[in-house]
């Protein structure tokens, strides 16, 4: 099982830009599609983003589509994701989880991190 690490949160301005970065030690990283939650005080939790074991296949949630990308660095055992034109509602604990493909379906994902907390305000 992985052992998940997300790093990058802060305090931004809307419209600035922040990179999530998710890493493990393990070698087998590169089994695992990874994915970003996140989740906003009094919300659930939601899915954000997901990358394949490859790098080939990536999916977003509507509300991040042309401003998130995430991307994968399997030598660094590191996934990371860029958000640009942040905007107040991206604020939240933003957590990467480990599962062998991007399912739909959060609760299949495991070794979850302790998350890194990112709020935009002005």
């Known amino acids: 099982q992985l052992q998940l690490v997300e790093s990058g949160g802060g305090l931004v301005q809307p419209g600035g830009s922040l990179r999530l970065s998710c890493a493990a030690a393990?070698?087998?990283?590169?089994?695992?599609?990874i994915g970003w939650f996140r989740q906003a005080p009094g919300k659930e939790r939601e899915g954000v983003s997901c990358i394949s074991s490859s790098g080939s296949f990536t999916n977003y949630t509507d509300s991040v589509k042309g401003r998130f990308t995430i991307s994968r660095d399997n030598a660094e055992n590191t996934v990371y994701l860029q958000m640009n034109s942040l905007k107040p509602e991206d604020t939240a604990v933003y957590y990467c989880?480990?599962?062998?493909?991007?399912?739909?379906?959060?609760?299949?994902?495991?070794?979850w991190g302790q998350g890194t907390q990112v709020t935009v305000s002005s």
């Open positions: 989880a480990a599962h062998y493909f991007c399912s739909e379906a959060g609760a299949d994902f495991r070794s």
């Open positions: 393990e070698i087998t990283f590169d089994y695992f599609a």
